[in-house]
């Protein structure tokens, strides 16, 4: 599927926002905010943390939508926004120690869910993705959730296609031991 | 009772692929801040702040030689001359400089422009290519940094004292600027 060309409707309402039109802009953001709330929300792990990163990309993106050279991309270049704020918004709440811990003597206090709590699949899901590190993540989610081709992943990261597709492989790879294990507890 | 592998992977794409819903004021919120916002430039500020941030109004001779030596990264704190006239009367201009001979595009980011990576981009100076510099005015405080390379590649600086809260898998450097 990639990422979605809307075409003429995309391409119409940036023309029309860019001729002064700024209440044309809010179709964008309606049209793009669930999909890419879901992405900021997966990668970051905190609800207010995505929230506030969609909203600077919006923002960003209304900003220097003059160098959208083609209206009929926007959603890719709008895309390409929000991963790299949201690298930039994960490393900021890491160093609040909000979010990502990668410590693993802290990783393993936290605690395991148990069988129990392993039917409620989605925070399992989240836990063990949040257990990646960033690249791994990012790469998993645009690949796998957002279904993404390697070289669009590549235009939106700056990472090389070999490298995207080894990050994807390594990600998949520990998010099935990081499974199982916690379905042995 | 294992699942096969990619029967597991596909039931975690299942799950993470559902509908997430935030808050429904953020359409509003993104429009208000929008409309909040002074009218389109067309770079004028942007300009200015390129022909400040030119290489011949920084110092780098002394620097010739590290970027000739050093492999990734060097930087230098200096005081132009020139205040910087929107930064508050305790702020002091400081250069950063990195050499990235391969770099695309270079950022600064820390703690003094929120981690942001769009807010400033580094310049390519005249002399060397491979040399990236840029200068902001900072307050009396201290700052973790690091060096964005082509958007991904995250570099401390060789020359500053490394940051240890570097938990994000991004490595980064402290700069501490003292009061007049």
Known sequence: MGI??????DVEAVRRVLG????????LVARYRDRLARYAVHMLGNREDAEEALQDAFVRAYRSLERCDDGARFGAWLYGILVNRCRTTGARAARRGRVFVRDEAALNGVAHPSAAEQTEGEDVVRWALARLTPEYREAFLLKHVEDLEYE??????????????MRVKRAREQLQAILREAERV | MFEPDEELIGRVVRQLRRPVTVDAGL???????????PAR???????????IIRPRTIR????????????FVAVVLWRPDRPSSPAPASARAFGFVVVAPRAATVSL???????????????????DESVWTTVIPLTPGRYRYAFLVDGVAWLADPAAPAARDDEFGAPSSVVTVGGS
Do not use: H
């Open chain 1, 4 to 9: 979605d060309r809307v075409g003429t409707s």
């Open chain 2, 60 to 71: 780098l001779s002394p620097l010739g030689a590290l970027a000739i030596a050093a492999v």
């Open chain 1, 20 to 27: 002064g039109d700024t209440d044309a802009y809010a179709t």
């Open chain 2, 41 to 51: 430039r067309t770079g004028g500020l942007r300009a200015t702040w390129r022909w």
């Open chain 1, 152 to 165: 669009e992943m590549a235009q939106l990261t700056g990472a090389g296609v070999s490298a995207l597709k």
């Open chain 2, 109 to 127: 980011v820390g703690d003094f422009n929120d981690w942001d990576a769009a807010r400033t981009p580094m310049q390519r100076t005249r002399k």
């Open chain 2, 27 to 37: 359409d509003a919120r993104v429009m208000e801040q929008i409309a909040r916002l």
